[in-house]
T-cell receptor, first 113, second 116 residues
Framework: GDSVTQMEGPVTLSEEAFLTINCTYT??????LFWYVQYPGEGLQLLLK?????DKGSNKGFEATYRKETTSFHLEKGSVQVSDSAVYFC????????????FGQGTILTVHP | GAVVSQHPSWVICKSGTSVKIECRSL??????MFWYRQFPKQSLMLMAT?????????EQGVEKDKFLINHASLTLSTLTVTSAHPEDSSFYIC????????????FGPGTRLTVT
């Protein structure tokens, strides 16, 4: 079955540091890949997505590139801010799953001033 | 746009009672809604997929008689936890997919259920 594996957290960084959160996947079909973010007390929000190999999703300074050869979709940001503190979820959806999302376990990011 | 609300945001109930959680899409129509359960420090686990006007599709291992899902309109789905037990205590999250949309789901803020 489909699965998503994220790097274990929590991740603690200082403001302006570089962020990488690793995400790898296994899928029976040809998946679309997503990063969702959950700020404290709020629902999950779509951060970025990529629907085919070599696509790069980007939003709010975050980027992730769909790497089919390594089955990865690592999240990066060049300079994090305190406001980026949240839980980040990598997820996939395949055409065979009718839009169902399979989530990774989530990575807690804390950014200190 | 694309706001999903849940009510209540938190609820405490006694063991053996039932509790209903509502999920509403406030500014769009959702033919499909999803219900997830999230344990502390763990990922979201899909419980069921709810399509407007039809029976919900439950994931393997989810008791359909315990977690009753109704999707009576294009903007409302409800999850009823029947005969709740302490092990049902969890964070329940719904999401809604735009009518005609394929990938993007919009998530509610979640409902914290505590069964005493």
């Amino acid at each position: 079955g489909d699965s998503v594996t994220q790097m274990e957290g929590p991740v603690t960084l200082s403001e302006e540091a570089f962020l990488t959160i690793n995400c790898t996947y296994t899928a029976t079909g040809y998946p679309s890949l997503f990063w969702y973010v959950q700020y404290p007390g709020e629902g999950l929000q779509l951060l970025l997505k990529a629907t085919k190999a070599d696509d790069k999703g980007s939003n709010k300074g975050f980027e992730a590139t769909y790497r089919k050869e390594t089955t990865s979709f690592h999240l990066e940001k060049g300079s994090v801010q305190v406001s980026d503190s949240a839980v980040y979820f990598c997820a996939l959806s395949t055409g065979t799953s009718y839009g169902k999302l399979t989530f990774g376990q989530g990575t807690i990011l804390t950014v200190h001033p | 746009g694309a706001v999903v609300s849940q009510h209540p945001s938190w609820v405490i109930c006694k063991s053996g009672t039932s509790v209903k959680i509502e999920c509403r899409s406030l500014d769009f129509q959702a033919t499909t809604m999803f219900w997830y359960r999230q344990f502390p420090k763990q990922s979201l686990m899909l419980m069921a997929t709810s399509n407007e006007g039809s029976k919900a599709t439950y994931e393997q291992g989810v008791e359909k008689d315990k977690f009753l899902i109704n999707h009576a309109s294009l903007t409302l789905s409800t999850l009823t936890v029947t005969s709740a037990h302490p092990e049902d205590s969890s964070f329940y999250i719904c999401s809604a997919r735009l009518a005609g949309g394929v990938y993007e789901q919009y998530f509610g803020p979640g409902t914290r259920l505590t069964v005493t």
